[in-house]
């Protein structure tokens, strides 16, 4: 289940990044080393993270997940092995909030897109999961809280 959704413009953000292309089915095996990575790039060059992680999901496909991991930070992070410096464009997006495990955002991502749809909005071929609180911050999955994010394209239709 998910918050009400919002239509909202983002501001453009700096962060540090790795970009990675795995099989669906690695996902949990590369995630924490990967946020692990990002993480300690940006402590060891003296920077912080300006805001909660997130993922930026370049395209959907069934089988694969081509996405990138950010630190959001204020000042530029040097190239430090997989590690790169990247800025998130200021877009018009869809915004909801979903509560629950990771394993709830699936269907999560459903509904969210039905309201989209219904709304008469057009998703862009990219999405973005802000981590509000996870594992790291709460043991219990159901207090977990992820910003879901789709980039719209054109106007709301007629």
Not at 32 to 36: D, L, R
């Given at each position: ?5 919002r ?24 995630m ?5 990575e990002?993480m ?5 060059q ?12 370049l ?23 997989r ?16 509560q ?15 309201w ?12 973005y ?13 159901a ?6 994010s ?9």
């Open positions: 289940m998910i918050e009400t959704p239509i909202t413009h983002t501001t453009p953000q700096l962060a540090a990044i790795i970009h990675l292309t795995i099989p669906r089915s690695q996902i949990r095996s590369v924490g080393p990967g946020i692990s990002v300690a790039a940006v402590q060891e003296g920077l912080s993270p300006t805001g909660p992680w997130f993922t930026h999901h395209k959907m496909d069934p089988a694969t997940f081509d996405f990138e991991i950010c630190v959001p930070i204020s000042a530029p992070v040097a190239a430090a092995g590690v790169v410096c990247g800025e998130m464009p200021a877009v018009r997006v869809a915004r909801a909030i979903y629950g495990p990771y394993e709830g955002l699936g269907a999560a991502w459903g509904e969210f897109k039905d989209i749809d219904a709304n008469g909005h057009a998703a862009g071929p990219d999405l999961e802000c981590y509000l609180v996870g594992p790291e911050s709460n043991p219990n999955p207090e977990w809280r992820t910003e879901l789709q980039p719209l394209i054109g106007q709301v239709a007629a």
